[in-house]
């Protein structure tokens, strides 16, 4: 498990400054470029990294295909935290600054990078640990969809929704951008995207009302912006899904949650786009479902038991969940978790580093990463890596 990838490697380990022709953009020898782009394209990025200046330039450049990196949000440690606390501006009516920080690492060059800041208008007020609560974590709600990440929900200081419309970031431009204003305000909410459509369920706003806890609502974030709308759906049948934040998974065509996490006795439900319609969850999959779960595209769901440290998938021909991994100390107290690619990335030990699991090897392959120094984990994603990112 000492394969930690948030360490910063060494050029030095890959080549011989003095040995490499600066001069030279030639990728191929005897080439012409867009026939070695071509050739170069097909090979994995972590191979071409240390090879050369000219290759490692190229993976970095418009003309090689975008790689997936770990976005991360962060917050600070809880020790930073309540170091920060005395100081913070808590007794002033608009609160505390955003205590929200968002990265991206490279997994190539095992490096992390700001993301640009978020639009100075509206400021974002969004808590992690309340500074009159520090032992106390505030859940804030995010999800990656269609290429893209989307911030939901989150809490004030004052215990009220942070938020009044979503907001985002494209990694294609590197840029910010709001989503379409919410209907009501909400946190406690259960979100999650199904073809590349968001969906907002239940939730409380400035305090409990029976129609925003009951409410299902779809953004389609693929029309056009000046299209962009929250359109109402069928509303849930109790309001028993505003007790926490809960994440819906996408999964063949479905919305499919739970309103507790962990092994408590739990409801579950599960909604179908097309239809527009609410349908009881398969036995199995509520029996099986304790702990944070993600689905990797719409084929599969992926969920960790958080108790026990397992990861399983879920088999829909048998109603069943399939283990991957048996028990893992490092997926113990798994609190989110983030599938793409045949990676699995879970939010673990209190966010004081990020399993990774990748499924596709046989037998599964567990890695580390730790955040950067004096900061926490909240929650992961997996998309293109940033156009900003300059190596």
């Known amino acids: 498990m000492n394969n930690d990838t948030s ?56 003309s090689f295909p975008p790689f997936y990196c770990l976005y991360a949000l962060l917050s600070p440690s809880s020790s930073m935290a309540a170091s920060l606390s005395s100081s913070s501006s808590i007794g002033k009516p608009e609160g505390p600054p955003s205590s929200i920080e968002f990265l991206c690492l490279d997994p190539v060059s095992s490096k992390w990078s700001q993301l640009p800041s978020p639009p100075p208008e509206p400021p974002l007020r969004i808590l992690h640990r309340h500074p009159s609560f520090i032992s106390r974590t505030l859940t804030v709600q995010s999800l990656a969809v269609s290429g893209r990440l989307l911030l939901v929900a989150g809490t004030t200081h004052n215990f009220l929704p942070a938020l009044g419309r979503p907001l985002c970031f494209d990694p294609s431009t590197g840029e910010w951008f709001s989503g379409p204003p919410f209907t009501a305000p909400r946190r406690w909410c259960a ?7 968001v969906y907002v369920a239940s939730g409380v706003g400035s305090g409990y ?15 056009k912006p000046a299209d962009w709308k929250w359109e109402k759906l069928s509303s849930l049948n109790n309001g028993r899904f505003c007790r926490e934040a809960v994440e819906g998974v996408g999964y063949k065509g479905k919305l499919c949650m739970v309103n ?28 099986g479902w304790n702990g944070p779960a993600a689905g990797d595209g719409d084929d599969e769901i992926y969920m960790v038991d958080e108790s026990i440290g397992s990861l399983s998938r879920y088999k829909a021909e048998d109603d069943s969940w399939e283990e991957v991994i048996q028990s893992s100390e490092y997926l113990k107290g798994a609190e989110r978790i983030a599938v793409e690619r045949g990676k699995v990335c879970t939010v673990s030990g209190r966010g004081r580093w990020v399993t990774v699991v990748d499924v596709a090897a046989q037998p599964a392959r567990i890695w580390v990463v730790n955040p950067p120094p004096e900061m926490e984990f909240i929650a992961v994603h997996i998309l293109p890596r940033m156009k900003s990112v300059e190596n």
């Not at 080549?15 to 080439?31: E, F, H, Q, R």
């Open 7 to 62: 360490s910063k490697r060494s050029e030095s380990q890959y080549y011989d400054d003095d040995d490499d022709d600066k001069s030279s953009s030639v990728l191929i020898p005897g080439l012409p470029d867009h026939l070695a782009q071509q050739c170069l394209s097909a090979v994995p990025p972590s191979l071409l990294y240390g090879v050369c200046r000219s290759w490692r330039r190229f993976i970095y450049s418009p």
């Open 209 to 223: 009302q029976g129609d925003v806890a009951r409410a299902l609502e779809k953004w389609d974030v693929e029309q």
């Open 191 to 197: 979100t999650g995207s199904v073809h590349g459509q």
């Open 260 to 287: 507790i996490k962990g092994n408590a006795v739990k409801e579950g439900a599960v909604y179908d786009v097309t239809a527009d319609q609410w349908e009881k969850m398969p036995r199995g999959m509520l029996a």
